[in-house]
Structures are given as structure tokens and as C-alpha cells.
């Protein structure tokens, strides 16, 4: 069992920066990749970024790419997304995600997850 705790989320201009953080309990953090997901209001929750265990691979959806990167740090478990140049799209509740095995985009094969922090992005 994994629990994740996300934090970082805020009220933001448009172009502002925000780094958020999700802590995850357990001593087997490193075998799991983890993913950020978003879902705004009235919308299905959709991929953001992912990283695998070793974090020898990332993957990001093509609406962040090149503004958020994703990282982690095994010794602390915890994996973080870095968010630039925000934009008021990139308004919506943000997820961490963990699961076994193959780095994947869907949301419906990764097995625990956060309870979401809050990030809105004014114009």
C-alpha cells in the first residue's frame, strides 16, 4: 500500500512558476513510477507527466512540454512536477499518481493516488 500526499499548489499569475511536491509512504518508492495528472472542472482527468522508478525515463503531455518538468528524489520519496510559464489553462486540480511496472499515460492503470492540490492560474 502507497499513500501519497500532494502539496504546493496555489494562486498564480499567468507566466509565474510553482513547484509542486507529493511525499509517498512506504520503503519501495523507487520501484514505482509516478505520474501527474490534472482535472479541471467538467473535464476527465488527464495526463500530465510521468517518471519511472530510476528516472531514467519522463514523458509529458504535449500541452506542458518544454514548460513543466517532472523529477524525483528516491532518498526523500518524493516526486516533484516544476511548472513555468504558466498559463490560465493550466488551471485545475493536480494529482500524484503511483504505479508498478511500465511508465503509462492512462489514469486507469495506476494503482494509488493523492488527494489533489489546487492550482489556478489568473490572466
Known amino acids: 500500500q502507497v499513500q501519497l500526499v500532494e502539496s504546493g499548489g496555489g494562486l498564480v499569475q499567468a507566466g509565474d512558476s510553482l513547484r509542486l511536491s507529493c511525499v509517498a509512504s512506504?520503503?519501495?518508492?523507487?520501484?514505482?513510477?509516478m505520474g501527474w495528472f490534472r482535472q479541471a472542472p467538467g473535464t476527465e482527468r488527464e495526463f500530465v507527466s510521468a517518471?519511472?522508478?530510476?528516472?531514467?525515463?519522463?514523458n509529458y503531455a504535449g500541452s506542458v512540454k518544454g514548460r513543466f518538468t517532472i523529477f524525483r528524489d528516491n532518498a526523500k520519496n518524493t516526486v516533484y512536477l516544476q511548472m513555468n510559464s504558466l498559463k490560465p489553462e493550466d488551471t485545475a486540480v493536480y494529482y500524484c499518481?503511483?504505479?508498478?511496472?511500465?511508465?503509462?499515460?492512462?489514469?486507469?492503470?495506476?494503482?494509488?493516488w493523492g488527494q489533489g492540490t489546487q492550482v489556478t492560474v489568473s490572466s
Open positions: 499518481a503511483a504505479k508498478a511496472t511500465n511508465l503509462v499515460t492512462s489514469p486507469t492503470r495506476y494503482e494509488y
Open positions: 517518471i519511472t522508478g530510476s528516472s531514467s525515463v519522463t
Open positions: 512506504g520503503r519501495t518508492f523507487s520501484r514505482y513510477v
